[in-house]
């Protein structure tokens, strides 16, 4: 069964830094494109980031360009978001979902998980 475990959340200040890692299970990585999601409270979710199954190419809100990178580890079967200069405005649920193939324009599989909490404030 395909699941992926979010985890890295935490409360941090402005300015810093926090990388949140989506591990897979059940299935291998390799074939998908994975993206990250999240959401604000009275917010609707929102697509943050996505890379493709071989990793050669990623993709960004506007809001986070420069500030977030995506990354993939196909031998430990894990995604990545390192996030950079956070701002108040990025604090949300943050969840990553497997689309249907290597590439980031297709649908996402599954349901959404747990997701991680990541709280930007001093």
């Known amino acids: 069964q395909l699941q992926l475990v979010e985890s890295g959340g935490g409360l941090v200040q402005p300015g810093g830094s926090l990388r949140l890692s989506c591990a897979a299970s059940?299935?291998?990585?390799?074939?998908?494109?994975i993206g990250w999601f999240r959401q604000a409270p009275g917010k609707e979710r929102e697509g943050v980031s996505c890379i493709s199954g071989s990793g050669d190419s990623a993709i960004y809100a506007d809001s986070v360009k420069g500030r977030f990178t995506i990354s993939r580890d196909n031998a430990k079967n894990t995604v990545y978001l390192q996030m950079n200069s956070l701002k108040p405005e990025d604090t949300a649920i943050y969840y990553c979902?497997?689309?249907?193939?290597?590439?980031?324009?297709?649908?996402?599989?599954?349901?959404w998980g747990q997701g991680t909490q990541v709280t930007v404030s001093s």
């Open positions: 059940g299935f291998t990585l390799d074939y998908y494109a």
């Open positions: 979902r497997a689309h249907k193939s290597i590439g980031c324009s297709s649908g996402i599989l599954g349901s």
